[in-house]
């Protein structure tokens, strides 16, 4: 069966620090891979998604960028974090083909302080 | 202009009485998909029910239906019989397609708090 994983699931960063957020798929291969973010009581955020290796699409533009260096391996990072960074980050893989719904890891909740 | 838009921010249900949940969308596709998730408090998306544009039933999964008016364009949720754990918020999404990939596309959710 299909897992994904997320980590880590929260994380305290001072303003102007780095950031790394990683999630990894098992059980599928050629997943299409999404990160959303989603502000405190609010709907989620599309950032960024991926088709295949080498290949991300940015929804909005922003302080955060993305990175796909394996085929079930998504990675969001930020040279230097802001307070408006702070959020749930959901990472979430579909299937290529069909029209499957998406699974979700358990997320990320991210303070810039 | 929103895709998907959520007109209902909190929602209050008597235990075991039947809740709709709005959505309506936007698109000028003709292939779609609705679906929606739940999410408690702990923070995981959990898929409830999904519909396809094409599809001539409406969805059902257990409790949950979707009550399916594409002239409208809403796709609202139905939980009928509602129970103490249904306390979460509820998202409403629909999927649009691209050269790059389908992804999904939320609405703001409704917080439905269920009464007992």
């Known amino acids: 069966s299909q897992t994904i994983h997320q980590w880590p699931a929260t994380l305290v960063q001072p303003v102007g620090s780095p950031l790394s957020l990683e999630c990894t798929v098992e059980g599928t291969s050629n997943p299409n891979l999404y990160w959303y973010r989603q502000a405190a009581g609010r709907g989620l955020q599309l950032l960024f998604y991926?088709?295949?290796?080498?290949?991300i699409s940015s929804e909005v533009p922003q302080n955060l960028s993305a990175s796909r260096p394996q085929d079930r391996q998504f990675i969001l990072s930020s040279k230097k974090l802001l307070l408006s960074d702070s959020g749930f980050y959901l990472c979430?893989?579909?299937?290529?083909?069909?029209?499957?719904?998406?699974?979700f890891g358990s997320g990320t909740q991210l303070s810039v302080l | 202009a929103q895709k998907i838009t959520q007109t209902q921010p909190g929602m209050f249900v008597q235990e075991k009485e039947a809740v709709t949940l709005d959505c309506t969308y936007d698109t000028s596709d003709p292939s779609y998909g609705l679906f929606w998730y739940k999410q408690p408090s702990s923070g995981e998306m959990i898929f409830l029910i999904y519909?396809?544009?094409?599809?001539?039933q409406n969805a059902t999964e257990g409790r949950y239906s979707l009550n399916f008016q594409k002239a409208r364009k809403s796709a609202n949720l139905v939980i009928s019989a509602s129970q103490l754990g249904d306390s979460a918020m509820y998202f409403c999404?629909?999927?649009?397609?691209?050269?790059?990939?389908?992804?999904?596309?939320f609405g703001a959710g409704t917080i439905l708090r269920v009464k007992s």
């Open positions: 519909q396809g544009s094409y599809d001539q």
């Open positions: 999404a629909m999927r649009e397609d691209s050269e790059y990939g389908n992804k999904l596309v």
């Open positions: 991926s088709v295949g290796i080498g290949q």
């Open positions: 979430a893989w579909g299937p290529r083909a069909g029209h499957e719904k998406l699974f």
